[in-house]
């Protein structure tokens, strides 16, 4: 399917989480609503729609980016530069003892993230993957640490979780010095760059219409969400989020082959 050669709307597909609501809500009610309709599926789905020509392009995996040699094509996605909070490896062991990792199986950019940073960085494995559905204490349970990604992470308090919680986009930004993206507006096709930075704009400034509701859908506060949202989350990808992109590629090309 091509809909931005026939003149059709183009279909987009973006994960089901908190961090994708500021990039898409100017496709919902915003002042592109007109340009693009948004379907919201998990990470790993998304990136499999767009593999498989369901929609145009997506708010894809930059793993999968690299894996399907997709177009780039919005300078607006999902980053850090340090703690992103909803991506968190929780270790009932000492992380240079991890050998069995429980991996939430929504997600793909950050498992390979967290294989990089486990064996690379903290001196871990070599490792066996196991993957499972977002349960922490069902996990812990079968590995000696677990992944947790996307608002599943953010309803733990890691305060309270016993053992070791470590924040994957610290580790990084402490390895790399490096920003690190996740996720970018990605496809097959040529869409005008204009219209995600416009949605993403809308969203940001709209923000205090929606952060409540989507914050209690989500078993969130309000402030949780928007601290997460305006501190966590950075959505521009500028020269040094590309700079932390293509370390994280080269990296991963070391494990797996990738178009990196």
Known sequence: MNSTSSGVRPQLC????????????GFIEGPVQCEAHVNFLLPADCADAVREHIFDAGLVPVIEIARQNLNILSDVGIACRGPV??????????????????TDSSSRTSVVLTRILLEKYLKAGPLQMISMKPDMDA??????ACLIIGDPALRIDPASVPGQVFDIGQLWWEFTGLPMVFAAWAGRGSIPAEIF??????????????????AQQRGLSAETARDYLTRSIHFEIGPEERRGWDAYLRLAATMETIAA
């Open 139 to 144: 996990m812990l349970q079968v590995a000696d």
């Open 85 to 102: 909070r909803s991506i968190l490896l929780i270790s009932r062991v000492p992380a240079a003892e991890i050998r069995t990792l429980a």
């Open 197 to 214: 930075r416009k949605s993403w704009e809308y969203g940001m400034e709209t923000m205090d219409e929606y952060i409540k509701a989507e």
């Open 14 to 25: 973006a994960v089901s989480y908190l961090n994708t609501i500021p990039l898409c809500r």
